[in-house]
T-cell receptor, first 110, second 117 residues
Framework: RKEVEQDPGPFNVPEGATVAFNCTYS??????FFWYRQDCRKEPKLLMS???SGNEDGRFTAQLNRASQYISLLIRDSKLSDSATYLC???????????FGAGTRLFVKA | DVKVTQSSRYLVKRTGEKVFLECVQD?????MFWYRQDPGLGLRLIYF???????EKGDIPEGYSVSREKKERFSLILESASTNQTSMYLC????????????????FGPGTRLTVL
């Protein structure tokens, strides 16, 4: 079993739609969680960190469920510019290693 | 504007050649990483370094070595390139947290797409 698993998609949604991605992790000791965004042929960039209480940044909402060991990303009112691959990332306290999921591809169409 | 640069965007080498990939960051970060990214597998950690001259193996270090002689520069070396090392190579850096703190945001370079023939 992979340490971090994501549905690879692709998710094809119309503009204005709401779309949700889930990511599961296997190490119950994991302490930090992130969503990164990677555009085609570009490097990954941090989209948002995921906190225990959940957090929101504009149209994006991230949630953490420690009991079930998954994190989620919700995108509301999708824009064409949201088309990208979304990477789930999990890290542990005191270490420098973070584990990247393989990513979920999103296509937003007009 | 923070920056991580990599020496080449595209590289074509022959099997058996020695390959050097260079990464430089201007953020005074202590930690630097080398990943490779392959379709369906995501980013896999090859090596990382938390200080000058310090290095740690990641998940797939076989066939690779690294060098960190200066804080800002982290080099990945393929001693004898093989076709299964054809991949996208990404360098990243992050600042050192206080002891026991969590890993923070990683800043990535633009990547080097290496093809080994």
């Amino acid at each position: 079993r992979k340490e971090v698993e994501q549905d690879p998609g692709p998710f094809n949604v119309p503009e204005g739609a709401t779309v949700a991605f889930n990511c599961t992790y296997s190490n119950s000791a994991s302490q930090s969680f992130f969503w990164y965004r990677q555009d085609c042929r570009k490097e990954p960039k941090l989209l948002m960190s995921v906190y225990s209480s959940g957090n929101e940044d504009g149209r994006f909402t991230a949630q953490l469920n420690r009991a079930s060991q998954y994190i989620s990303l919700l995108i509301r009112d999708s824009k064409l510019s949201d088309s990208a691959t979304y990477l789930c990332v999990v890290g542990n306290t005191g270490g420098f290693k973070t584990i990247f999921g393989a990513g979920t591809r999103l296509f937003v169409k007009a | 504007d923070v920056k991580v640069t990599q020496s080449s965007r595209y590289l074509v080498k022959r099997t058996g050649e020695k390959v050097f990939l260079e990464c430089v960051q201007d953020m005074d970060h202590e930690n630097m990483f080398w990943y490779r990214q392959d379709p369906g597998l995501g980013l896999r950690l090859i090596y990382f370094s938390y200080d000058v001259k310090m290095k740690e193996k990641g998940d797939i270090p076989e066939g690779y070595s690294v060098s960190r002689e200066k804080k800002e520069r982290f080099s990945l070396i393929l001693e004898s390139a093989s076709t299964n090392q054809t991949s996208m190579y990404l360098c990243a850096s992050t600042s050192q947290g206080l002891a026991g703190s969590l890993p923070g945001e990683q800043f990535f370079g633009p990547g080097t797409r290496l093809t080994v023939l």
